[in-house]
């Protein structure tokens, strides 16, 4: 009976790892966000980003649908630029396991006894993703939003894992100001 108990908090910490974005977001808290309806993307910051051309156009479709949704207007003349950057490392990963059992040294490690571990190595991509926000009139970044997350280089994924970033990202924006208690 106990274990079924278990089962569902088991399965809510395996969901929970499942989360593969880490999101964070900065501000300008002296800015008023309200009056920004409309935005562009900033060209001369976007073609110094050094990825591919495919990834620039997933990225940049990802921010359109997330901004449209949140009811900007794409404009000439816009209240707002967004510029993106991007980074990555390679991340190794070395696990080792071993067993065995003696005298004094309790469960998992003998001198003299075989060796009966195995050492398993494996590598991923993390990527960071930036969203910046600028006032167009002003050309200071009032909001930074940024996605920390493995990269994936199958292609059919790419599309799920961009649109996954960008939208945990913007999520965060408008920032959710407290009010100073008086």
């Keep these: 009976m106990k274990t079924f108990k278990l089962v569902p908090i088991l399965l809510l910490l395996l969901l929970a ?11 300008d808290k002296n800015v008023d966000f309200t ?8 060209k001369p910051g976007i073609d110094k980003v050094e990825i591919s051309d495919l990834d620039k156009r997933r990225i940049l479709r990802a921010i359109d649908e997330q901004m449209q949704a949140k009811g900007f207007t794409k404009s000439e003349n816009p209240d707002l630029l967004v510029n993106i950057f991007t980074k990555s490392r390679e991340q190794i990963d070395v696990n080792q396991f071993s067993a065995g059992w003696g005298y004094g040294w309790g469960w998992g490690w003998n001198p003299y006894m ?3 571990g195995t050492t398993t190595v494996s590598s991923s991509t993390e990527g960071t993703l930036f969203i ?3 006032d167009a009139k002003k050309k200071e970044m009032i909001w930074q939003g940024e996605g920390i997350g493995t990269l994936t280089k199958n292609v059919d994924e790419k599309d799920q894992k961009i649109t996954e970033f960008v ?3 913007l999520a965060q924006y408008p920032p959710q100001i407290k009010q100073a208690k008086k």
């Design 132 to 134: 910046d926000l600028i």
């Design 114 to 116: 075989m060796y009966g």
């Design 17 to 27: 790892s499942c989360d593969t974005v880490s999101v964070y977001s900065d501000y």
């Design 35 to 42: 009056p920004y309806k409309t935005y562009a993307f900033f």
């Design 167 to 169: 939208s945990k990202i």
